[in-house]
Nanobody, 122 residues
Framework: VQLVESGGGLVQPGGSLRLSCAASGPFISIDAMGWYRQAPGKERELVAVIAALITNGGTAKYADSMKGRFTISGDNAKRTVYLQMNNLKPEDTAVYYC?????????????WGQGTQVTVSS
């Protein structure tokens, strides 16, 4: 199972970015996908996670500091999860990692992407 992330970059405070993460691999069934982030000198923390990649109102969970600014969504057919980030703040600067968990041929997997840098600075 492989995850490919895209969409990071440099943005000014108050700006927006959209991250994408696509999962690939044969015979996989995904239970949940999500985003975590790790800032320099800090531990990796949850950003948002969505169960079963249900679009338009799927079960999503957010870290409190991201509620109202970040929106996670998913596309089952594309095995892709998106993170729309609005009103970005300098403290959102971090490496953002995609995570996917599920089953492949009866075996559980829990994998991480390579990370994408998000820098919020004027």
């Amino acid at each position: 199972v492989q995850l490919v992330e895209s969409g990071g970059g440099l943005v000014q405070p108050g700006g927006s970015l959209r991250l994408s993460c696509a999962a690939s691999g044969p015979f996989i069934s995904i239970d949940a996908m999500g985003w975590y982030r790790q800032a320099p000198g800090k531990e990796r923390e949850l950003v948002a996670v969505i169960a079963a990649l249900i679009t338009n109102g799927g079960t999503a969970k957010y870290a409190d500091s991201m509620k109202g600014r970040f929106t996670i969504s998913g596309d089952n057919a594309k095995r892709t999860v998106y993170l729309q980030m609005n009103n970005l703040k300098p403290e959102d600067t971090a490496v953002y990692y995609c995570n996917a968990a599920g089953y492949r041929l009866g075996h559980h997997f829990d994998v991480w992407g390579q990370g994408t840098q998000v820098t919020v600075s004027s």
